[in-house]
């Protein structure tokens, strides 16, 4: 059995979704440069229609990606029951992060595997590449925490080889890509498979014994990747984006699996992958020079699977497998902190997107994650180009011909501008609708407290994205500056907790946005005041980004945003609480005691 | 709940801070990877100019391969 898609089908919804996205741009710059070229053509006219064309190609292109996942979702198919008879290392690479709530997840997914009888099937190792050595010291200590929790003496007494590792690389060389590589390098010939996660990653049992199951059926599947769900959010903002990926995200994907087919995305975690496969495609090389573009490959995953595709292997998403979660950023100001590495790394596949050999499609993807990052700068120069077309058009001139009795009224096009105002706001709104359509039709709204609560919810995230969308424009627009200006951004740490914000900090983080809003608001009252309208949206959620990083960071408690994992916890993060509790009785008892 | 947990100090009945290190560094060497090593050969990703775009490359891919190579010449020369 494969669940590989016909290739035909892959063609043809790659060219409907392309034919329809390009179609979709062209009419709307058509339209614009109507709306523009009545008073006259100028240059500033023909500028903005070219942006027009990008910006609403990249927008048709999202929103055809939930209509191939609408028109092409099918029931999922039936588990596989066949024994599992392959090793299969789950690797948790970890840096500078809290060591026991991600020791006890490794815990939670080793309960989890041995209640299905497969222990001896996975064996986990932890990939430290830790540089602060407090954290690391803390890390070894929880090891042995862990160590005795799975009773690892009394297995070695009874001559079974241990199934926990533990390696810290005192150099991370090549980040998390050289962490998994040495890995491989170090122990690779023991393992058919490596199931590569994140410190904040959690899998079922089920799941991995169905991807483990998947992969020994079909020989030419080089790495599977699941579709990962945000859990435990406590902010506004976490809670919002959990909602998102929980109820859109499904859709895209299967969208995006049905045009990718074989050439499909590795996401950088909680994907299965063929350690003969990784091992002879993936080892990355530096590029040259120094970063932002050259040194190591910040975006490993999206270079790594079209590496795999090139050597002939499998890449695939299968979205209809569930129990794979992950954790979000809780607020603006560490979404835009991991936002500035993705940047980073995406951009910097300009330098390989020549890469010899790769398939077109992968070259696309790679595009695609280069485009998904300067889109935002074209939205700003769409915006400045309509100020200073506004501020710089010819007053209108009734009587062209001398001598003339009657006015001339110019053309009036301002109708086709709204229309094209009008469409960009359909195909943003559009996908979200229809998934909701499809979610209500297919009972699946149920799992997100029923109909009513699923369309506030989509109702009360539409209004947080359009506030948020012109404060995240601005640090994405200063992310691609600061990348193409040379300057590298590093490998902070990923923040995790709760996340709330002081206003200080908040202030601290969007006080040269208030700026610009300012400015902006100034500007087009000034100079092209008949647009502030059209304007204000954009400007106003920009004047009080301070207050909306703030509020957005605090703790929210709404129903609205009900995801089924809060509804019903999956098995493996109960399980991870619960040893999570457990573990901190047990620590903190003889520490109160010894505080004595 | 929150993360962040203590230290674990359950061993401290039980041995005093030299034996505990002592264990500390035997699991740690139990616990390291095993050694079953698997080559992987560095791929490719760039290669020079003259190698890449020859008579038989197409248009559209020669343009891209030199835009990305002027770009990334233009990178390294910062």
């Known amino acids: 059995m494969t669940l590989e898609k016909p290739l035909g089908g892959v063609h043809l919804a790659r060219a409907l979704a392309l034919l329809i996205s390009i179609g979709l741009g062209a009419g709307a710059a058509a339209f614009f440069l109507q709306f523009g070229a009545a008073d006259g053509y100028q240059m500033v006219d023909g500028v903005r229609a070219a942006l027009v064309f990008i910006t609403t190609f990249w927008l048709a292109w999202g929103a055809m990606q939930s209509v191939e996942g609408l028109l092409s979702a099918r029931a999922a198919p039936t588990l596989l029951t066949t024994p599992i008879t392959t090793r299969t290392a789950i690797l948790m690479p970890v840096y500078n992060e809290e060591p026991g709530a991600v020791f006890a997840r490794v815990a ?4 989890a595997i041995t209640r299905l009888g497969l222990a001896e099937h996975f064996d986990f190792a932890i990939l430290s590449d830790t540089q602060n050595n407090h954290i690391a010291a803390e890390e070894e200590r929880w090891f042995v925490h862990l160590w005795d929790d799975r009773q690892q003496d009394r297995r070695k007494a009874e001559g079974k080889p241990s199934r926990f590792f533990y390696r810290r690389r005192h150099s991370n060389t090549g980040r998390k890509a050289g962490n998994i590589q040495d890995f491989f390098e170090t122990s690779g010939a023991d393992y058919d498979y490596a199931l590569i996660l994140d410190a904040d990653s959690l899998m079922g049992a089920p799941t991995i014994a169905e991807m483990v199951r998947r992969m020994q059926t079909e020989p030419k599947l080089g790495l599977l990747q699941t579709l990962p769900r945000i859990t435990g959010a406590r902010s506004r903002f976490g809670r919002a984006m959990q909602f998102a990926a929980g109820f859109y995200s499904p859709v895209f994907a299967q969208g995006q699996a049905a045009m990718q087919g074989v050439t499909g995305p590795f996401w950088g975690h909680n994907a299965l ?8 495609s993936c080892a990355l090389p530096e590029l040259s020079g120094p970063p932002p573009f050259g040194g190591h490959i910040l975006s490993h995953d999206y270079v790594e699977a079209a590496l795999l595709a090139r050597a002939g292997w499998s890449v695939r998403v299968d979205p209809d497998l569930e129990g794979s979660y992950e954790e979000g950023p809780e607020n603006m100001i560490d979404f835009a902190k991991r936002d500035r590495r993705w940047c980073q790394g995406n951009l910097q596949h300009i330098r390989v997107i020549s890469a010899p050999g790769l398939k077109a ?3 696309f993807v790679l595009f695609q994650g280069i485009l998904s990052y300067i889109a935002p700068l ?12 506004t501020a710089t058009a010819p007053e209108p001139d009734f009587f062209p011909e001398p001598f003339q009795l009657f006015p001339v009224f110019p053309s009036d096009e301002t109708s086709k501008a709204v229309s094209v105002a009008v469409g960009v706001f359909g195909l943003l709104v559009f996908p979200k609708v229809l998934i909701l359509l499809d979610a209500t039709l297919r009972g699946r709204v149920s799992q997100f407290g029923g109909p009513l609560k699923a369309l506030r919810g989509m109702l009360r995230e539409l209004f947080m994205s359009s506030i948020n969308a012109p404060i995240m424009l601005m640090w994405q627009t200063r992310a691609v500056l600061q990348v193409l200006r040379g300057r590298d951004g590093g490998w902070p740490a990923q923040t995790r907790g709760d996340g709330q914000l002081s206003l200080s900090d908040s202030f601290a983080a969007g006080w040269w946005i208030q700026i610009w809003g300012i400015a902006v608001i100034l500007l087009t009252q000034s100079f092209a005041a008949n647009l502030l309208f059209w304007v204000l949206p954009i400007g106003v959620p920009l004047v009080l980004a301070p207050l909306v990083i703030w509020i957005t960071s605090h703790p929210s408690h709404s129903t609205v945003f009900l995801t089924p994992e809060e509804s019903t916890l999956p098995q493996v993060i109960a399980d991870h609480r619960r040893i999570m509790a457990q573990w901190a009785q047990t620590t903190a008892a003889p520490a109160a005691e010894m505080s004595v | 709940m929150d993360a962040r947990m ?4 359950s061993l401290s009945f039980v041995l005093d801070a030299a034996e505990q290190d ?4 035997a699991i740690l060497r139990e616990a390291a990877l095993p050694t079953a090593p698997l080559p992987m050969p560095r791929q490719v990703i760039e290669v020079p100019n003259a190698g890449l775009v ?3 490359t197409g248009g559209l891919f020669r343009l891209l ?5 002027g770009f990334g010449r233009t990178a390294r020369d910062r």
């Open chain 1, 108 to 111: 939670a997914m080793d309960d």
């Open chain 1, 273 to 280: 992958v063929r350690v003969r496969a990784f091992a002879e």
């Open chain 1, 361 to 363: 499609w992968s070259r």
């Open chain 1, 378 to 389: 074209f939205w700003v120069l769409f915006l400045a180009s309509n100020l200073y077309a």
């Open chain 2, 6 to 9: 203590m230290t674990p100090n």
């Open chain 2, 22 to 25: 002592a264990r500390k560094h």
């Open chain 2, 54 to 56: 020859d008579a038989t």
């Open chain 2, 65 to 69: 391969t030199l835009l990305a190579q």
